[in-house]
């Protein structure tokens, strides 16, 4: 059930309100997502790092959780300070919050093929044992990248007309709005909220990324630098390709971190010697070729989006043997350092839970 402002919005089964794209459109219309989402326009967008102490709210003084695509993580404000996103263009990000406990969920969502086991995943720690408690919803991301088409109105053609961020806010929306649990949607900043246009009508991004200061729920426009994309940046990048091949994690957001004992746990992927020869082929292609090849949103992406795409491959072709990167399918396991980084475990012996460290 979906609430706006502490009033719930129609979402009875057997009528047309039910229905995700009604809910969305009902909701990108409604004024006090409208105000919000224009106030938050306003906000200047964090930059984080580790590396700048002059920065307001560097990670070096925070304890933080960043997420990559396909992933989430739900956190206890214990224990966490800072969690984020980033590099979301057709992708959303999604935060779920306690308002009674303060355990957040955020996740990187990619598809609508992930929500409704992923939106479980999220719910797992985030609700305890109550199912009647109000938790605060914020969606960013998911910038208006449907043709022009389609834009204006037109509904008689679907599939790349829509784009690819309306039907993930449409399943989102709808997902949340057949769920018994009581969802506050505070801030939708996605679609038009979310798109700016050059001077030739192109779609861009507002933001693409945002931090979650778990003690107060505020959230902030932000970009993370390669500093803070960790730990185990590449392998899990590459998990993100990967799990659309291994079975294992159909349907399911990339389990990465351990709520309850604050560690990374990467769970593992695996994936065939054919992603090797892919690699090889794919960095022959030229960086506008690996735009157009590799982005659901080639005029969009980061200036670090080619140079993260061959970082992915380079390391496939060195471990193109998935079980090099987890062996005998243990998860990568990383701990947090008394400065607040993150350092990989280091095995004491082969009977050990967990795998030597490369």
């Not at 919000?36 to 200047?44: L, M, P, Y």
């Not at 057709?90 to 919050?97: A, D, E, H, K, S």
Request: hydrophobic content about 35%; some cysteine.
């Amino acid at each position: 059930m979906i609430f706006v402002a502490g009033a719930p919005l129609c979402t009875d089964s057997s009528s047309s309100c039910s229905q995700g794209h009604d809910i969305l459109t009902d909701l990108m219309k409604h004024p006090v997502l409208v105000s919000a989402s224009s106030s938050f326009n306003d906000v200047s967008e964090r930059k984080f790092s580790v590396c700048k102490d002059s920065s307001p709210g560097i990670s070096r003084h925070n304890r933080w959780v960043y997420i990559f695509q396909r992933e989430y993580a739900t956190v206890d404000p214990a224990l966490v300070d800072v969690v984020g996103t980033d590099e979301a263009t057709t992708c959303v990000g999604l935060v779920i919050r306690n308002q009674n406990s303060g355990m957040t969920s955020v996740a990187h969502l990619d598809s609508p093929d992930v929500v409704d086991i992923g939106l479980a995943q999220m719910l797992a720690f985030v609700v305890n044992q109550s199912s009647d408690v109000m938790l605060d919803v914020h969606l960013i991301g998911g910038f208006d990248d449907a043709a022009p088409e389609h834009v204006n109105g037109s509904r008689e053609s679907q599939g790349k007309l829509e784009g690819y961020s309306f039907p993930l806010c449409k399943k989102i929306v709808d997902s949340l709005a057949k769920s018994n649990m009581k969802f506050q949607i505070h801030t939708l900043h996605v679609l038009g909220h979310n798109t700016r246009r050059d001077s030739e009508g192109i779609a861009y991004p507002i933001f693409t990324g945002f931090l979650v200061e778990t003690a107060t729920g505020s959230i902030i426009p932000a970009n993370f630098d390669a500093t803070t994309r960790c730990p185990d940046e590449v392998v899990r990048r590459i998990r993100v390709t990967a799990s659309f091949e291994d079975p294992s994690w159909k349907g399911r957001l990339l389990e990465t971190y351990d709520t309850q004992t604050d560690q990374f746990v990467i769970a593992p992927c695996t994936w065939g010697m054919h992603k090797m020869h892919i690699a090889f082929m794919l960095q022959n292609l030229t960086d506008q070729e690996i735009l157009l090849t590799c982005s659901t949103s080639p005029s969009a992406e980061a200036p670090d989006f080619v140079d993260n795409q061959r970082r992915q491959w380079g390391y496939l072709i060195q471990h193109p043997d998935w079980s090099e990167t987890f062996p005998f399918k243990k998860p990568r396991i990383f701990q947090r350092t008394e400065d607040k980084s993150w350092v990989r475990h280091q095995a004491k012996s082969s009977s050990s839970s967990y795998p030597y460290a490369d």
